[in-house]
């Protein structure tokens, strides 16, 4: 059995386990117990809690970068704005 978890996607804890109720298999988390969707094999189990690591992670980086924009955009307003002060009080 392959233990290829990836990482919690609610606190990035690699404490992670396999566990299963009567009929389905579940991924959870030791740290912060979150788990994962059920499913009737362990393997679909592994690939949605995979797949809700992956997605969660890429969510966090394009809020990142969405942000780092937008704040070098301001940064460009506001310097464009001090040139533009500066060359009025040139007249
Ligand atoms: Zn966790």
């Known amino acids: 059995m392959g233990s290829s978890f990836k990482h ?10 396999s566990g299963h109720t009567l009929f389905n298999y ?3 988390c030791t740290s912060c117990q979150a788990s994962g969707p059920k499913n ?4 679909g189990a592994v690939l949605h809690w995979n797949e809700l690591s992956e997605t969660v992670i890429r969510a966090t ?26 060359t009025s009080q040139l007249d």
């Open 8 to 17: 919690c996607p609610y606190c990035s804890s690699h404490l992670i386990r």
């Open 26 to 28: 579940y991924i959870q």
């Open 40 to 43: 009737r094999s362990l393997e």
């Open 61 to 86: 980086q394009v809020q990142g970068n969405d942000l780092l924009t937008r704040i070098m955009k301001m940064e460009n307003s506001v310097h464009q704005l001090e040139v533009e002060l500066n």
